[in-house]
């Protein structure tokens, strides 16, 4: 690097912990640390992915800064990034990952909340407590946890010291710093990647199509809300009906579409059909357009999952090598062979995606995650009367009921957003089918696809058990259509180790499975009728089970909390001792999927002492990070074995106990359903 410019090429490592102590100073005029849950779980994932991949140098970006003197450094531009990293590295040494610490500072000016916070993590338990940064570390923990998982920690932040690199930017002396704040404030913002794959599609329009093209991009590009209620006002009902509860174009195209009326609109350039929003209706008063959701996909990667779904037909389009990752946005358009049919086509496509996933997909609503409210909602808008609302998608519930768990299911598993196959499988499913009844055995199809012919298949998985790289195209997309016959007649469950020899890993979505397929012997046989205990049917669900009689009311209550991401030894590592090795505790009978808050103050605590806390109605430990349907089964398995009075204590919990319960679990998981 030339040594003439204030540039250096520096590692994370460098950053944080160079020869000498540095300070990194967050002046005031920055604002305070923003990132969100998805921002983090990118960073993060990126970094994973270069790593998995084995990339020698991944760069993350740039680092602009003033120095001051005396080691101590202005951060002009960067303090987002430089704060997320630091969150990361102060998760990852929470996490115990050897070799990781930090030994370069973060301050802020005049932000006495701010440093307090910093200073302080991961205790919160303070009355000056920086919300952001708070929740920017919860974040950075929960997708570490999801994205990398436990046995790969030490690989990720190797990678992520030595590898990953930044350009830290010294602005020299002898700039007007006020001249450069000047220019970085009126530099504008860099046009994002779809708003670049907007202009090339809409260039390729005559103007009339522009203004449709127009219309339906925006509407379709605020993924919280119903589409219903921000298509084009007085087309809304045109195109979704009187009640806006359906898309009546199915099987049509972008030209029979209504057109938009442009006569009120003096501008005609295509710059102007770029940032045209939709008009409003003066009359329009209600605050239906509000209601928002938070969605489980951004706008650029859903862009790409319609992309994929729209190239289904063209000749020579091979999906299997089609990239679900918006890195590759605009790569992936350019070699879509972009023309003017092509772009209309692929426009009302978009909209029909959208009305899909608003109404035929969950979401999650805006309330936390509680034991007694499921934030996931499967439900369509429609108007009824003069009320305007979200109606669940089914009239029939344990139809409803089903849909919704296998779909927030397979969204809890897959939440990175470059890791959302299963739904191009839906939304593509959907293109061709809406029947209700197929819907619901389509998914459930393939949630048994994926873990037989998947999951099951060591040939598709790499050493830690997880899938290779388009092993889910390669299994399920058959040509232009797709296959959920399950075709793996002798799955190989030894993957889950056997006590002879630990596990390499069990995937977030095998206990999600595992979770499901319980919940739903529930609610194929005994959701709503009312047995009481002794009744002959509830006692062989038990029995099936492996336990005791333990209440109905977890079934009714239970759904896959997004909390729930932390792997739990339940016989726990530090206790290892002569009766129980390393193998034994390393296998699926001793596993099951919790919240992390919950991991992390309760890992080393014995059988006996979590099952004391993890089941105590007091609060101290939220219900809803430990509601794992196979969790509670080993808590009363455990709670059986102190009832009878056969164990010494410490002993409550042994390898006969995880023997009995993985082989139990395994039996449930029979291809044929056992209720």
């Not at 920690?153 to 704040?181: C, T």
């Not at 290779?468 to 180790?497: E, K, M, R, Y």
């Not at 101290?620 to 009832?643: E, G, T, Y």
Request: aromatic letters at 12%; glycine letters at 4%.
């Amino acid at each position: 690097m030339n040594n003439n410019l204030p540039l250096q090429e520096l590692s994370i490592a460098d950053v944080y912990n160079s020869a000498e102590t540095i300070i990194y100073e967050i002046p005031i005029y920055q604002r305070n640390y923003a990132w969100k849950k998805e921002q983090i779980e990118a960073l993060i994932h990126d970094v994973w992915d270069a790593c998995t991949k084995e990339k020698n140098t991944y760069f993350i970006g740039t680092l602009v800064t003033f120095h001051k003197g005396d080691n101590e450094y202005e951060v002009i531009d960067g303090q987002q990034r430089l704060t997320t990293l630091f969150l990361i590295l102060e998760a990852l040494i929470e996490l115990k990952v050897k070799d990781v610490k930090i030994s370069n500072k973060l301050t802020y000016r005049a932000r006495e909340k701010s440093n307090v916070t910093i200073d302080r993590l991961p205790d919160f338990n303070h009355d000056e407590v920086d919300l952001g940064i708070k929740e920017g570390y919860k974040n950075a923990m929960l997708a570490i946890n999801e994205i990398v998982g436990q046995s790969q920690f030490g690989d990720f932040a190797k990678y992520l010291l030595n590898n990953v690199h930044i350009i830290r930017y010294d602005v020299p002396r002898d700039v007007d710093l006020n001249h450069y704040f000047e220019v970085m404030n009126s530099r504008g913002e860099q046009l994002e990647k779809h708003e670049i794959v907007k202009a090339k599609l809409i260039a390729l329009l005559d103007k009339e199509e522009m203004a449709k093209f127009s219309s339906i991009w925006q509407a379709c590009s605020e993924m919280n809300t119903y589409v219903q209620l921000k298509y084009f006002p007085k087309k809304n009902k045109e195109i979704f009906g009187a009640n806006l509860s359906e898309f009546k174009f199915f099987g049509e195209s972008f030209d029979d579409l209504p057109d938009i009326d442009t006569s009120d609109i003096a501008q005609h350039s295509i710059i102007d059909y770029l940032n045209m929003e939709p008009m409003k209706e003066e009359e329009e008063k209600d605050n239906v357009r509000n209601y928002v959701f938070q969605p489980i996909i951004d706008f650029p990667n859903f862009l790409l999952i319609v992309l994929k779904i729209t190239c289904m037909d063209v000749s020579g389009f091979d999906p299997k090598k089609f990239i679900l990752d918006d890195k590759e946005l605009i790569n992936a358009f350019d070699d879509a062979r972009l023309d003017r049919e092509f772009a209309k086509r692929f426009c009302f496509n978009l909209l029909q995606a959208k009305y899909l996933i608003d109404n035929y997909v969950v979401h999650h609503s805006n309330e936390e995650d509680t034991t007694e409210n499921n934030p996931w909602q499967l439900q369509r808008w429609q108007i009824e009367g003069k009320s305007s609302y979200p109606k669940n998608l089914s009239e029939d519930r344990k139809q409803q009921d089903k849909m919704t768990q296998l779909l927030s299911m397979f969204e809890v598993s897959f939440t990175p957003r470059q890791r959302k196959n299963y739904l191009f499988y839906c939304l593509y499913h959907l293109f061709h089918n809406r029947d209700l009844n197929d819907y619901c055995q389509f998914l459930s199809d393939l949630a048994d696809k994926y873990f037989y012919d998947i999951y099951l298949k060591k040939s598709l998985l790499n050493e830690i058990n997880t899938p290779n790289p388009g092993a889910f195209d390669q299994v399920i997309i058959s040509g232009a259509d797709l296959d959920t016959n399950v075709l793996n007649t002798d799955p190989n469950f030894s993957l889950f180790g056997d006590g002879e020899e630990k596990t390499k890993g069990i995937p977030l979505f095998v206990f999600n499975y595992i979770d499901y397929r319980i919940w739903e012997g529930y609610a194929d046989n005994l959701s709503g009728e009312k047995l009481k205990v002794g009744d002959e049917k509830r006692k062989k669900f038990f029995e099936k089970l492996g336990c005791s009689d333990f209440g109905l009311k977890i079934f009714e209550q239970f759904y896959f909390s997004r909390t729930r991401r932390s792997l739990e030894h339940y016989y726990p590592q530090a206790n290892i001792c002569d009766e129980i090795n390393e193998c034994q505790i390393n296998c699926l009978g001793n596993f099951a999927m919790i919240g992390s808050e919950a991991n992390s103050s309760g890992s080393n605590w014995s059988p006996k002492t979590k099952l004391d806390h993890y089941l105590d109605a007091s609060g101290k430990v939220l219900q809803v990070s430990v509601a794992s349907l196979k969790f509670r089964i080993m808590m009363q398995m455990c709670n059986d074995n102190i009832n009878e009075k056969t164990r010494t204590p410490g002993k409550e919990w042994m390898f006969v106990d995880i023997q009995h319960h993985q082989n139990a679990i395994i039996d449930l998981l029979s291809i044929i359903r056992p209720w």
